[in-house]
């Protein structure tokens, strides 16, 4: 029977790939993004503009791309862990010497297609990277003071890489995507908890280093009606676009914040305000739903996954995902402060679609491959 | 093998134990997410709701339409007309340098309009409403409109605005509107509610007193406007409210008359209804057109106005306190019999001068009138007999009568707040304001209305009219509306303790008037219709020297400021009284020479309009 299934499975024929793909996840992305490119149109005043063909082809490239990469071999994305990573590397140091300056931090790389941001890319290959790096260890390795220190390094050398764009957002969502895979590679709590205290009490000192327009931003946070037209002006719109939704929301293209121009970054940052004006509470939740049945998918995989690689991977990326939609969301309702974040497949950006898809991909490819044992 | 498969499934319960851990982190986490939603788009939802508004709907207030004044026939006096303006939106237009210097030709503005336009242009942000002309004539108007083709921006309005038909006729009871200042605003709640700018408020007169009833509401636009306060689109349109029309009870055509009468001289005429207290007429020459006023006067106008010697912009109906001169005398005779001090046979003997506590007292006529009885002192308005009476009386006694007839405090109370008390002297008055003692002497011209006493136009005429109703109090007014509602207690109170003083009083002055001798025989009419009686006054602007007594000037020999002023007040028809009117002109000499003969002429009309009048009393209450 073990055999049987071995064989069978060993075939790994085209047919066989696509009876394994998760359908449910498919569609839930894409369902994604059909509201993505609703919203991006109504961005666009109703009319099919630029943001709306640029972000629709991009959505097509990258959902072919993203169903390719499903047919790769998971042991293969395995193999390719460490290179990515120093691929992505070169990149940001490429970006570093000769990135294309905008709006005061140089954070892209002109593709002539495209203009990457290597730092969105770091967010999925940090993760690829660590999996890789942690799949083999015995659980008696992981918290030698050589693991702790390499992972570390794996994550602050990135790091350093895009604070220095400046990009600060970033920088703290690879992090967080790093600290997700040691989390579930068994490093001991306490590290977790010290780290947590420490970062806590050196705060105000944190705080004390930061740009200017960064403090500007938590004293915003703090008090948004410190400054309604200057610093705190996106927040207060933005809290007024979602709350003036109610339940059923506007109606779609009927958003007067966004029409008006009273929101800034609609199509970016900001996009879920937009969505949430339009769709109201129901509309809001839904979205979040679908968010969730994502997440959800995506640990499942994971569980399902035979190879620890493919079960790390999957677990952090779905945290990382997580992270990414509650730090925009909270930013957006006046949780946190604002910090540049997108919120995956829905905001307008090229990078951040690339770096979600090949995520996707990956998860998709660990279902498909999910008997796929890792060497 | 063994030890390695013992790891991994150390490290698969490792990990999914973690899994769980962020697994329940997560789900509370969404929860966190949703009950915040869920705060700010139900539970806060009208809060927000709100603040959209606010933020995407912004109001614009249009002027609104003045109430009218209409003439006791119903004609406008102070009415509303389409004003020709024309506005320029600035971001609408393609090539503003060209238009503008188009414009400049074709309005032929001065270079000191036209910088002010480009300065006003360059305040407001370039989708506001530049206005750059707000009262064309028609003929400009026109040219404008057949050149639109090529004014690509240019918006023709026609924009309502204020207007007086009857121009320089009712400026002083009307007053005028203009543009309102900072003032106005300040000191009005109404105007600070339906404020807008380039708001035409009441500056003086009715228009101001009534600034409440006239000012209407403002039409309201919403408009949905953008982050940068463009309008984006019309929402609403909430029509104002027009202001209230007033009615009042004068009548244009006596009015006109009255002006026409006191052409190039200074004075006051005002007429009035001795039962009602209705004012017919109320006049104050020289006037000006108040049509100057509403787009702002130009400074050479306004020099013009201001400059001129006979003060136009006083309204001296109101304002101008005059000696009543021998028009007190009815008053002073009314007195002297209420108190028993004389009767009708009481005479004195009058030689042109008479002798008191040292000092010589003038009659007007040299020669003297001989002996003369109260009817002829009246008649032939005999001072040595007022001197006596005067004396006699005292002049506490006759303040008592002036103050009960209506001198000395003002006849509108707070109706027009320019209006002035005059004054009737008293000896308490001077202790009071002069600190000084009553000196007999001052009695004894007070008797011939010169010294302290001042009186106003209007309180003038409220005598004449108390006496010539009987003796019963008056209010007068000016408002249609005022006539029926909350009219004052002691209304027709009666002024008097005997009726036949009255009678006494109204006779003198019918010999006055139409009697041989009388001072103003020369301007009576005999038709019994039209006949009126009435006293002249001539009131001394400057004490008379001995030397000029001599010289015996006629009027035009002396300078103009120096003149005195003529003074007369009537009542008729003398059968069946019905109007009373004061006539004033300033330095126009000799009140039966100059005064009197413009009563005559008003008697005509006033009487000749009087059933026209009443007719129409009579349409109005058959509607009600």
Request: glycine share 8%; proline share 3%; charged share 20%.
């Amino acid at each position: 029977m073990y055999q049987h299934t071995r064989l069978t499975k060993n075939r790994f024929n085209l047919f066989q790939k696509f009876r394994d793909f998760d359908y449910i996840l498919l569609t839930c992305i894409l369902l994604l993004g059909l509201i993505s490119l609703m919203t991006m149109y109504s961005t666009d005043g109703g009319k099919i503009l630029f943001h709306t063909k640029s972000h629709f082809t991009k959505l097509i490239v990258f959902t072919i791309m993203m169903l390719i990469f499903s047919f790769i071999n998971i042991k293969y994305w395995f193999l390719i862990g460490y290179f990515f990573y120093v691929i992505v590397i070169g990149l940001l140091v490429w970006t570093y010497l000769f990135g294309i300056k905008s709006s005061g931090s140089q954070r892209w790389i002109d593709l002539y297609f495209i203009n990457l941001q290597p730092s969105e890319l770091m967010k999925i290959c940090i993760i690829l990277c660590l999996a890789k790096f942690f799949h083999r260890m015995k659980l008696e390795n992981v918290n030698s003071i050589y693991t702790i220190l390499t992972s570390l390094i794996i994550i602050l050398l990135p790091m350093g890489l895009v604070i220095v764009q400046p990009d600060l957002g970033t920088a703290l969502l690879i992090a967080i995507s790093g600290i997700a895979v040691l989390w579930f590679a068994g490093i001991n709590h306490k590290y977790f908890l010290y780290t947590m205290m420490g970062f806590l009490i050196s705060l105000p000192f944190i705080i004390s280093f930061l740009k200017p327009y960064q403090k500007l931003r938590v004293l915003t946070f703090l008090n948004p009606d410190r400054d309604p037209l200057g610093a705190g002006y996106q927040i207060i719109q933005s809290k007024i676009a979602v709350g003036s939704g109610g339940i059923f929301g506007k109606g779609f293209l009927k958003g007067t914040q966004s029409y008006l121009e009273f929101l800034p970054e609609k199509h970016t940052d900001f996009i879920f305000t937009l969505f949430s004006e339009e769709f109201g509470f129901v509309g809001s939740a839904f979205l979040l739903i679908i968010y969730a049945i994502i997440i959800y998918r995506i640990i499942a995989i994971g569980a399902s996954s035979r190879s620890y690689f493919a079960k790390i991977f999957c677990y952090s990326f779905g945290a990382a995902i997580f992270v990414y939609i509650v730090i925009n969301m909270s930013m957006v309702l006046g949780l946190v402060p604002i910090v540049g974040s997108p919120l995956p497949i829905m905001s307008y950006g090229g990078s951040s679609m690339l770096a979600t898809m090949i995520g996707f991909g990956i998860v998709m490819s660990a279902k498909v491959h999910n008997q796929q044992p890792i060497a | 093998m063994i030890n390695s498969s013992s790891d991994n499934v150390k490290k698969l319960n490792s990990i999914n134990r973690r899994m769980f851990i962020i697994g329940s982190c997560k789900f509370f986490i969404m929860i966190g997410l949703i009950s915040r939603l869920f705060f700010l788009q139900v539970k806060e939802n009208k809060k927000y709701l709100t603040l959209s508004d606010k933020n995407r709907i912004r109001e614009w207030k249009l002027a609104p339409v003045r109430g009218e004044f209409h003439d006791y026939f119903g004609n406008i006096i102070a009415g509303n007309f389409e004003a020709y303006q024309l506005h320029i939106i600035p971001e609408e237009v393609e090539d503003f340098r060209y238009v503008i210097y188009r414009l400049k030709d074709l309005l032929e503005l001065s270079e000191r309009d036209f910088k002010k336009i480009i300065k006003k242009k360059n305040e407001i942000k370039p989708w506001e409403t530049l206005i750059v002309s707000d009262n064309l004539d028609w003929i400009k108007f026109s040219k404008i409109n057949n050149q639109l083709y090529d004014l690509n921006g240019v918006k023709p309005v026609i924009s309502i605005s204020r207007n007086y038909p009857y121009k320089e006729i009712y400026t002083h009871v009307l007053g005028y509107v203009s543009q309102a200042n900072e003032m106005d605003i300040e000191k009005s709640e109404s105007i600070k509610k339906n404020f807008v700018p380039g708001l035409k408020v009441g500056k003086v007169g009715l228009e101001k007193s009534f600034e409440k009833k006239l000012i209407g509401s403002n039409d309201i636009e919403r408009y949905e406007v953008n982050a940068y306060g463009r309008r984006i689109s019309q929402l609403e349109f909430q029509k104002g409210k027009k202001g209230q029309n007033l009615k009042l009870t004068l009548d244009t055509e006596v009015q006109q008359l009255a002006n026409e009468l006191l052409k190039e001289k200074s004075g006051s005429i005002c007429v009035m209804d001795i039962y009602t207290g209705s004012i017919i007429a109320m006049h104050s020459s020289p006037s000006f057109d108040p049509n100057h006023f509403v787009f702002g006067i130009s400074q050479d106008d306004w020099q013009v106005i201001r400059n001129n010697p006979m003060k136009p912009l006083v309204n001296k109906t109101l304002q101008g306190t005059y000696s009543p001169g021998s028009t007190i005398k009815p008053i002073v005779a009314l007195s002297a019999l209420e108190n028993g001090i004389i009767d009708t046979n009481f005479t004195v003997k009058c030689t042109g001068k008479t002798e008191m506590y040292d000092q010589t007292y003038h009659c007007w006529k040299k020669k003297g009138h001989g002996f003369v009885s109260l009817r002829n002192a009246m008649k032939q308005s005999c001072d040595t007999y007022f001197y006596e009476v005067a004396r006699k009386l005292g002049v506490d006694r006759l303040n008592e009568t002036a103050k009960k007839f209506g001198l000395g405090e003002k006849v509108f109370g707070n109706l027009f707040d320019i209006e002035k008390n005059g004054l009737v002297p008293s000896t308490q008055w001077k202790k009071n304001a002069l600190g000084k003692g009553w000196l007999l002497g001052e009695t004894i011209i007070t008797g011939i209305g010169q010294g302290y006493i001042q009186t106003t136009p209007i309180q003038l005429c409220l005598m004449t009219a108390q006496i010539a109703n009987g003796g019963y109090k008056i209010y007068p007014n000016i408002f249609m509306e005022d006539n029926e509602k909350n009219e004052p207690k002691d209304k027709f109170t009666q002024l008097f303790q005997s009726s036949t003083n009255i009678k006494i009083v109204q006779d003198a002055m019918f010999g006055s008037t139409n009697e041989v001798m009388g001072t103003s025989y020369r301007s009576r009419i005999d038709d019994p219709i039209y006949q009126f009686a009435g006293k002249t006054g001539t009131s001394q602007v400057k004490r008379i020297t001995e030397r000029e007594r001599e010289l015996d000037l006629k009027t035009f020999e002396i300078p103009y400021e120096e003149r005195d002023h003529a003074l007369y007040v009537a009542f008729g028809p003398y059968k069946n009284p019905r109007y009373a009117l004061s006539v004033v002109v300033e330095h126009g000499g000799n009140g039966s020479t100059t005064a009197a003969p413009m009563a005559k002429k008003l008697f005509k009309l006033i009487i000749d309009r009087h059933s026209i009048r009443e007719s129409i009393k009579k349409d109005r209450y058959m509607d009600t």
